[in-house]
């Protein structure tokens, strides 16, 4: 638990200056959060540009956007954005607000955090 700790400071720090692509893909921060990963590869199958629940959701989280008023839609299509809200929403026990998170679950991938 303590590493997963320090890697999210890290990240707060380190994530937002790599939206330009120059430094490590952003996949591969998917690797110390295997439930957030699984989530992305359901909601998106990892694509950037996925766009759902007719032209309300966006990016690799699909985040609902009347959902979470405060996001816009350039972060929600910014993996690295929204990578980082999503390791927030994962940390705070919110990981329920992704269907698949259900679908998953149900699948017997994961057990409730």
Known sequence: MFIKIL???VFSFVIPTMADGSKMPWRTYLDFFPELSAIVK????????AVGDHGKS???FQIHLPAH???TKAQAKDPYWS???AIDKYY??????WSCWHIVKAKGMFVDL
């Open 7 to 9: 890697v999210v400071l």
């Open 42 to 49: 359901c909601e998106s199958n990892y694509s950037v540009n």
């Open 58 to 60: 966006y990016g690799i």
């Open 69 to 71: 008023p405060k996001v």
């Open 83 to 85: 990578l980082n809200w």
């Open 92 to 97: 705070k026990g919110e990981i329920g607000i």
